[in-house]
């Protein structure tokens, strides 16, 4: 089972960054898949969760600005972030259902 964030980068703030998660290993499909992220000195955030049917949920400071979605025929999930805040900063991971963690990218939001 493999999963890797790409995407993340330096930002200002206001600006627009997508993640993407590439899957492999497993059925993609049949997992819901959740994007975390972690600040330095904080605890990891559950951010944005999609079910294997496609429905969406998100915490609430992000909700109006970040939209996740996947791709099952590339085995990708997505998350789009826009309005991006110096407080999103942090190392996004997706995460499958039963918590297995990728490896994560680094997302800095300047002010």
């Known amino acids: 089972v493999q999963l890797q964030a790409f995407g993340g980068g330096l930002v200002q703030a206001g600006g627009s960054l997508r993640l993407s998660c590439a899957a492999s290993g497993f059925t993609f499909s049949s997992y819901w898949m959740y994007w975390v992220r972690q600040a330095p000195a904080k605890e990891r955030e559950l951010v944005a969760t999609i079910t294997s049917g496609g429905s969406a949920s998100y915490t609430d400071s992000v909700k109006g600005r970040f939209t996740i979605f996947r791709d099952n025929a590339k085995n990708t999930l997505y998350l789009q972030m826009n309005s991006l805040k110096p407080e999103d900063t942090a190392v996004y991971y997706c995460?499958?259902?039963?918590?297995?963690r990728g490896r994560g990218t680094l997302v800095t939001v300047s002010s």
């Open positions: 995460e499958r259902g039963d918590g297995v």
